[in-house]
């Protein structure tokens, strides 16, 4: 089978989105499955095109400086000029690689599907603030019905999302499909080695952020706890890891709370190894996020054995069970912060919910995601692929692209 994914966003521009395409296509590669992206050119060294990735020249995005607008004459020229035949395409973004990914779809008389990555209904106002919320969250809704009516399948990546989408009236069928953790994620990060790159202390309590650095994901709530934390911990460190529209806003509230001396901004992070030692070295990870579709990151987390305390919020909810390595709790500054406290605090409290973690994590193998996502393609393209199916191997060959 040959799939043919368009998305809005990809490597090196980090977020859900492009790890769960990334995840997707190693691990349908040992499915027996081709597949070719077609993603924005972010116009830097690192993010030439690699095997299977067709890069499209883009436009910076005013007022955000991690996106890219794919320029709609070059993005159609690009899907024009791909060597098919293709058998299906799936499209992971609700932009211009939507409508250009429909077109091509129903020009070559292919299903094409979606995955729906994105609350966009909750966090729309955040960057369109002129906007009513009331009018912002109408306009998602409608614009997200049109757009569901294009496909013939949509993934939600949790029940909650599921649930969102069949609220707002989709009819189109719609199934469940998180972005599981390649094997990779459980290779064991080094913390001691994460602290002496940033300088850090070894001896010092560390909370951790890691993700999008933007206004949905909370994170003004989380340096408030931080500040409560330090009454009870006063030598705690609280490093953020990621980019996006909200670290000037975040930094200016760092220094008025008097934070600023205790907080570190590490930015982009390399995923292969970087990113592996900061989870490593967290004490606790926290994470609050009220527009998640599913929370990669907590997975993420957990598989380093870092202790972790979250709300559950929409798409969360599907990951945050009990025994799962983390404490829940509510959107509230004394309980949120009260549960850090009590983790950095208890030495075997910490080394339990580490090792639920581990554990858990392990429930979400990629490679079995990419397995439920190949079942959806065959059952849409029944007949094309009825004498070509192959079972999945229990190995992930690498795809290698340069971004990545």
């Known amino acids: 089978m040959r799939v043919l994914f368009v998305s809005d966003v990809y490597f090196p521009r980090v977020n859900g989105v492009s790890t769960s395409v990334w995840t997707f296509r190693q691990d349908l590669a040992a499915c027996d499955v081709e597949t070719v992206l077609v993603a924005p050119d972010y116009g830097l060294a690192s993010a030439a095109p690699g095997p299977g990735v067709v890069r499209v020249p883009a436009a910076a995005v005013p007022g955000d400086p991690e996106d890219r607008r794919m320029r709609w004459g070059k993005l159609t020229a690009a899907l024009n000029n791909l060597a098919g035949p293709f058998d299906l395409v799936h499209i992971h973004t609700p932009f211009l690689a939507h409508y250009a990914g429909v077109r091509y779809a129903r020009r070559l008389q292919i299903p094409c599907v979606a995955t729906y990555h994105t609350f966009f209904a909750e966090y729309l106002h955040h960057y369109v603030p002129a906007l009513p919320r009331a009018l912002g969250r109408g306009l998602a809704r409608a614009v997200t019905r049109s757009q569901c009516r294009d496909v013939a399948a949509l993934i939600a990546p949790s029940e909650p999302m599921r649930a969102v989408l069949l609220g707002y009236g989709v009819t189109t069928p719609v199934q469940v499909i998180p972005t599981g953790l390649s094997a990779h994620r459980f290779d064991a990060g080094s913390g001691a080695r994460f602290r002496a790159a940033q300088a850090l202390p070894a001896d010092r309590p560390l909370m951790l952020y890691i993700g999008r650095v933007a206004h949905e994901k909370n994170i003004e709530f989380l340096l408030h706890v931080f500040a409560q934390v330090r009454i009870r911990v006063p030598n705690a460190l609280f490093v953020v890891a990621g980019e996006g529209p909200a670290l000037e806003s975040l930094r200016e509230l760092a220094s008025r709370l008097g934070l600023a001396q205790d907080m570190h901004f590490v930015g982009y992070l390399d995923r292969d190894s970087e990113l592996l030692d900061c989870y490593a070295a967290a004490d606790v990870f926290v994470f609050a996020s009220r527009t998640e579709t599913q929370g ?13 305390v979250s709300t559950a919020k929409l798409g969360t909810c599907s990951i945050l069970k009990e025994g ?23 030495a075997e409290l910490r080394a339990a919910l580490s090792q639920a973690g581990r554990r858990y994590a392990r429930e979400w193998s990629s490679l079995a995601m990419a397995r439920r996502l190949l079942d959806l393609y065959r059952s849409i393209t029944p007949v094309a692929h009825a004498t070509r199916a192959r079972r999945c191997e229990n190995t992930q060959p690498v795809l290698t692209d340069s971004a990545s």
């Open 296 to 308: 990669l990151v907590l997975l993420e987390a957990m598989a380093q054995g870092a202790p972790v």
């Open 324 to 346: 799962c390595g983390a404490l829940i709790v509510p959107e509230e500054l004394e309980s949120f912060a009260a549960a850090v406290v009590r983790v950095l605090e208890d």
